[in-house]
């Protein structure tokens, strides 16, 4: 991933960990348990890795990856799970596209997370 990029969140399988910039700290605690409930439930029915990131113009981005030697990974489930994740939480993902862009723009405590 390029460095003008912001993760926003992610989880990984192989260590069973969440993590959530806190850069976004300020986020409602319903967004952030969705969050965390969106990551988890990816890492646990397919495997490997997921992160939410913003790219350079605010976009909400999703970027999965698993480990060479993980035979478990299910790459076709990935693809699907990605897609429904997308359709399913879209208002979701403008409503934080909008919010990025307002800390962005204002500054506030962008820089310390970025």
Do not use: W
């Not at 897609?83 to 596209?97: A, C, G, T, V």
Request: hydrophobic residues 35%; contains cysteine; glycine residues 8%.
């Amino acid at each position: 991933m390029a460095q003008d990029i912001c993760v926003l969140c992610g989880a990984s399988a192989y260590e069973q960990k969440y993590y959530l910039n806190p850069v976004f700290n300020r986020l409602p605690q319903q967004i952030k348990d969705e969050l965390q409930i969106l990551c988890v439930l990816f890492t646990e029915d397919i495997g490997g890795v997921i992160t939410l990131f913003y790219d350079s113009e605010g976009n909400l981005l999703i970027n999965t990856s698993a480990a060479e030697e993980d035979i478990l990974y299910d790459e076709i489930g990935c693809g699907l799970k990605v897609h429904k994740i997308q359709n399913e939480n879209r208002e979701l993902f403008e409503q934080l596209e909008a919010y990025y862009k307002v800390i962005r723009e204002g500054g506030t405590d962008y820089a310390a997370g970025h």
